[in-house]
């Protein structure tokens, strides 16, 4: 995996790696550069060998070379991908309460467990940085993040990670958000209950009562990771409480 900063000169970088013209030390830097003795070094590596099979030492790290750039070809991005948030830091920035619907998880709080905006600022230095470095200095005390910049990383195999794009979630102050407040809330009083109970349980029964009647929760969110059931009918609480829009996850009781 590739640090995130100068993405396109590194993608470059490891490219060139994969599709090199064969040379006498392209496949391994003690192959000598002398035609005769570059030879002899490959009939003994050969001879020394004892593996099963049918290629030989050689042969192997070039065809290791040639599916590794083959598979990268094939990865390699074809279209613009677009990223889109929720609009929340900017809208929130200058505000009473500045960063409020933004992630700033281990971040230093104010007494209200509201973040303090020069922290939130540090991170997105590092995050915009794509330093390793810079992100060092972001918390206060010697813990640190955990990979604060995966998200713009180059890998060597498989999707580029800015080629997955989600949909933004609901912004902080919709009703939709007010929601799954609501429904979080609701988890946590019936953490104890268990599941062979959600079909006559007092607690579950109210619950979905409750959420059914947020307004947020009638609404058919444009996200499909935000979707519930709520807004199409009466929930069972048995089957349809506490669901997401994941294959299967309304089909049968929790178990």
Request: with cysteine; hydrophobic share 30%.
């Amino acid at each position: 995996m590739i640090r995130g900063d100068r993405q396109g000169r590194q993608l470059k970088t490891i490219w060139d790696l994969l599709t090199y013209e064969r040379n006498p030390q392209s496949a391994n830097t003690n192959r000598p550069t002398n035609t005769q003795a570059a030879y002899d070094w490959e009939q003994k590596c050969a001879e020394n060998d004892q593996s099963i099979n049918r290629l030989s030492p050689i042969e192997r790290i070039d065809y290791t070379r040639d599916m590794a750039a083959s598979c990268m070809e094939r990865e390699l991005p074809v279209e613009c991908t677009v990223h889109e948030t929720n609009g929340d830091e900017e809208r929130y920035k200058n505000s009473d309460f500045p960063y409020i619907g933004n992630f700033h998880k281990t971040l230093p709080t104010n007494e209200y467990g509201e973040v303090i905006p020069e922290e939130y600022e540090n991170l997105l230095k590092c995050i915009e940085s794509g330093d390793v470095e810079v992100c060092v200095d972001v918390l206060p005390d010697s813990s640190r993040l955990a990979n604060p910049i995966a998200g713009i990383y180059v890998v060597s195999q498989g999707k580029q990670p800015f080629q997955i794009v989600v949909d933004p979630p609901p912004t902080i102050a919709s009703a939709e958000m007010a929601c799954q407040y609501v429904e979080v809330a609701w988890m946590s009083v019936v953490r104890d209950v268990p599941f062979a109970e959600y079909g006559e349980n007092h607690l579950i029964t109210q619950a979905a009562a409750d959420i059914q009647n947020v307004n947020g929760c009638q609404m058919e969110s444009r996200n499909d990771y935000f979707w519930r059931p709520y807004h199409e009918k009466d929930i069972t609480p048995k089957t349809e409480l506490f669901r997401m829009n994941t294959f299967g996850a309304t089909r049968g009781p929790l178990v």
